[in-house]
């Protein structure tokens, strides 16, 4: 069995999992296995469904049509089940992906979909739809001294003053070709995330080893006519509307947790962190402008 640390859980995997950090054998009992198995093309009882997928209780089927079948259980087993001819390698991505965000899901935690860093025990999550640039603003901080601390998945749990944390992850960051080339960043390439895709992982910045307090929430936005570039702070009700869409596949979230329990958990970030838009404008000639302004509002939060 493969051993990983994945967003702050002990990870047993019969598979290799590219993208993933090994981490030290543990002699307990791992939170989380990693199995192959033959899998059903329904899952029984099934009460709610989407297109390509459907949930029992703390069962869930997800399908990936030519790649494999993946069932998520309780919170603590992924079982995957090849199709004909599919490669391992292209199927681990949805085991880190989605398979383990649903994962995350069924054990209640607070799952963002965006990247972190930190720097002197604070951390900042990066949020925005799909292609907004989350990933290279981190990397960019990171290459400005800032510390890694997750990407696509980060998870916020609560330290023992229940004041909002990153959990540390063991998952690589992931760049496109061009964000490589435009940072400098040719010599961290990594591996191919899939045969397909111009998408690589980059190999470690320097790395948490606490989870840091959360300071702030940084939602993007491309500035243009009607949105000036800037960084403007968002109202409680607008800070927990906003929140609902940035969390991890956000429609299968709302089937999956009661809105109570998802007002709490709003409610226990923003009590002591923040959230902001961070209004830019888009092209890597403006990145290094981008980090100076978020770095400076960062440090003036002074939290």
């Known amino acids: 069995m493969h051993e990983y640390r994945i967003s702050g859980l002990t990870v047993a995997s019969e598979l290799d999992l590219p993208g993933a950090i090994p981490a030290c054998a543990h ?15 329904t899952l029984e009882g099934a ?11 703390e069962k869930f089927l997800l399908r990936v049509p030519r790649l494999a079948r993946f069932l998520i259980a309780h919170g603590q087993e992924i079982f995957v089940d090849l199709e004909l001819d599919a490669k391992e390698r292209d199927a681990t991505g ?86 490589i080339a435009k940072l400098d960043l040719s010599e961290r390439r990594g591996e191919a995330v899939r045969d397909t895709f111009e998408k690589y992982y980059i190999q470690p910045f320097d790395r948490i080893a606490e989870p840091p307090k959360l300071s702030a929430i940084y939602v993007l936005r491309d500035s243009h006519q009607a949105m000036q570039a800037g960084i403007e702070s968002l109202a409680l009700a607008d800070a927990m509307r906003i929140l609902e869409y940035q969390y991890y596949r956000p429609r299968i979230r709302a089937k999956m947790a009661t809105k109570s329990e998802m007002l709490l958990q709003g409610a226990a970030v923003f009590g002591h962190a923040k959230a902001f838009l961070l209004i830019r404008p ?22």
């Open 27 to 41: 002699n307990e009992r791992p939170d989380v296995t990693i199995r192959r198995a033959a899998i059903p093309a």
């Open 282 to 303: 888009r092209g890597f000639e403006h990145m290094e402008e981008t980090v100076a302004t978020l770095r400076k509002h960062w440090d003036a939060l002074g939290q």
């Open 47 to 57: 009460a709610t469904s989407g297109p390509n997928w459907e949930m029992a209780g």
């Open 94 to 179: 949805f085991v880190l992906g989605t398979s383990f965000g649903i994962l995350l899901h069924q054990r209640g935690a607070l799952v963002l979909h965006g990247a972190a860093v930190a720097s002197d025990g604070r951390a900042i999550a990066i949020c925005g739809a799909s292609g907004a640039g989350k990933s290279t603003l981190a990397a960019a901080l990171c290459r400005e001294g800032c510390s890694f601390a997750a990407d696509d998945i980060c998870v916020i749990g609560l330290n023992g003053q229940y004041e909002p944390i990153v959990q540390s992850d063991g998952r690589q960051l992931k760049l496109w070709h061009e964000s």
